[in-house]
């Protein structure tokens, strides 16, 4: 069956774009370009799961990316989709053709020193929302904690004198974080303003202007506006918040299963992909510092 049939297919029945039809060409004639070539086959409709699988291989060989690589790999389930939906073929090869895992995405921290400007440099207005809006990003950082559990934290859960707070996390799970003294002062602070502003001296420990509890949408908004005062970075919410805390802390040398107990992760699994983030700092660091790191073979 003749690959130019499906192209119009594609153009007359699912009108994709012109574009769209030109790639799915391209990657139709490379693989039937590998399979006259390493496979002995005239068309590729002749093709079965396993040649399928050894141009998946094949690509995979060339360094080709995992996304690359299912992208071609979906071109195909749809040519062969097409050829089995009329009736050119009793099975489809590819439902046996499993593709390759994307490699999972790296946690994006921001940096410390633009942190580091947006504590120091960075000006918040002296009434309550903007103190409360400053502390919010202290507390986050400083803690690992996240935004859900940000907003369930009351007056009662911090304890000023030992310089620890009870997290609420998930599953009803609690866990004690400890803080600064630094955090603790400005801690004390905020809740006098709070008391002062709104009367309450018990509740959420966050309010609204309005001295009703917080809720996820502003707390996002928040902390990005502020983020990206300082940061390029494209995750710029609260979670990059408590990304950066454990990213800096594996940075800093600190055990793995004491990161672990911080964030309130129940796997150490969840918390390894830090691990991950310091090797690549480190490599990074190599590359920029070394002598012989020029190449990417002195790397390895």
Do not use: W
Request: glycine content about 4%.
């Amino acid at each position: 069956m003749k690959i130019a049939s499906f192209l119009q297919y594609l153009t007359h029945e699912k009108r994709f774009s012109q574009h769209t039809i030109k790639a799915y060409g391209k990657d139709l004639d490379q693989f039937l370009e590998y399979a006259e070539e390493n496979c002995g086959l005239n068309s590729v409709a002749e093709a079965t799961h396993h040649h399928i699988r050894s141009f998946v291989v094949h690509l995979i060989s060339e360094g080709r990316q995992a996304r690359t690589v299912n992208r071609k790999l979906s071109t195909l389930k749809a040519y062969f989709r097409f050829l089995t939906k009329r009736g050119h073929l009793k099975a489809d090869p590819t439902l046996k053709v499993a593709a390759p895992k994307l490699p999972k995405r790296l946690p994006a921290a921001i940096q410390k020193d633009a942190l580091q400007h947006l504590f120091t440099e960075i000006t918040f207005s002296a009434d309550y929302e903007g103190q409360r809006d400053r502390m919010i990003l202290e507390l986050l950082y400083a803690t690992g904690m996240r935004r859900s559990e940000l907003i369930k934290l009351r007056v009662a859960d911090l304890d000023l004198s030992k310089r620890q707070l009870l997290v609420r996390g998930k599953g009803s799970k609690e866990r004690l974080v400890p803080f600064s003294q630094q955090l603790s002062t400005q801690l004390q602070a905020h809740i006098e303003l709070r008391q002062a502003t709104f009367q309450q001296t018990d509740g959420p420990l966050f309010l609204t202007a309005k001295g009703k509890p917080l809720y996820p949408k502003l707390v996002y908004n928040i902390v990005k506006r502020y983020l990206s005062a300082v940061s390029s970075s494209e995750q710029r919410g609260p979670h990059a918040l408590r990304h950066s805390f454990a990213t800096h802390l594996s940075e800093n040398g600190a055990e793995l299963n004491a990161i672990k107990a911080l964030l309130g992760h129940s796997s150490l699994a969840s918390t390894q992909i830090y691990t991950h983030n310091s090797i690549e700092r480190l490599r990074q660091v190599y590359q920029q510092a070394h002598p012989s790191a020029g190449s990417d073979d002195a790397a390895g």
